[in-house]
């Protein structure tokens, strides 16, 4: 089965930039979207496909993928952006399967 | 504007049952797929099954297969989960959630979720 890793938190100076990365096998064969999650609240969608953002996502959000990592990316991190990231891809291994990564803990100092 | 608003959950004693719902609108609900998905206390995010458009297709995470089973009425633009057979470690907000209708689809909207309490 596959799994996706991410580092379970990481911190970013307020204004400075922050990569937040996503590991898996599934990554070579399926780009990965993001979703941002604040406390109490339901996922949000931030980047999906190879690096798109929906409506009203700004733009200092943006993605990469490289093998089997793919990367999300705040450039001038706001103190707003301080949240939970989950990334998530479909299964590769045949099964109908979506995984989604382990979240990662972003803090604005 | 899209909303999707989960109804249903509450607390149950082990081996019990619930029927979770979700009601779509602002959209065309008849033309998405549409998904399940959970969080467990202070847990990351669980993908939990996935219904085609038409009901023709599902599928179910192998923790859940055999106990939940997802359905749709199009017409009256909701979407179901009805689990059966639950254990403690199925406690969690339930999410139902949008699949984009793209090559490689994603979560694009989701519900404010539902929470299930498994215990005695």
């Known amino acids: 089965s596959s799994e996706l890793t991410q580092d379970p938190a990481v911190s970013v100076a307020l204004g400075q930039t922050v990569r937040i990365t996503c590991q898996g096998d599934?990554?070579?064969?399926?780009?990965a979207s993001w979703y941002q999650q604040k406390p109490g609240q339901a996922p949000v969608l931030v980047i999906y496909?190879?690096?798109n953002r929906p409506s009203g996502i700004p733009d200092r959000f943006s993605g990469s993928s490289s093998g089997n990592t793919a990367s999300l990316t705040i450039t001038g991190a706001q103190a707003e952006d301080e949240a939970d990231y989950y990334c998530?891809?479909?299964?590769?291994?045949?099964?109908?399967?979506?995984?989604f990564g382990t979240g990662t803990k972003v803090t604005v100092l | 504007e899209v909303q999707l608003v989960e109804s249903g959950g509450g607390l149950v004693q082990p081996g019990g049952s619930l029927r979770l719902s979700c009601a779509a609108s602002?959209?065309?609900?008849?033309?998405?797929?549409m998904n399940w998905v959970r969080q467990a206390p202070g847990k990351g995010l669980e993908w939990v099954s996935y219904?085609?458009?038409?009901?023709?297709?599902?599928y179910y995470a192998d923790s859940v297969k055999g106990r939940f089973t997802i359905s749709r009425d199009n017409a009256k633009n909701s979407l179901y989960l009805q689990m059966n057979s639950l254990r403690a470690e199925d406690t969690a907000v339930y999410y139902c959630?949008?699949?984009?209708?793209?090559?490689?689809?994603?979560?694009?909207?989701w519900g404010q979720g539902t929470l299930v309490t498994v215990s005695s």
């Open positions: 959630a949008r699949y984009s209708p793209a090559a490689i689809p994603y979560f694009d909207y």
């Open positions: 998530n891809s479909r299964d590769s291994s045949g099964n109908h399967r979506e995984v």
């Open positions: 599934s990554l070579r064969s399926y780009y």
């Open positions: 602002g959209f065309t609900f008849s033309s998405y797929s």
């Open positions: 219904i085609s458009s038409s009901s023709s297709t599902i």
């Open positions: 496909g190879k690096n």
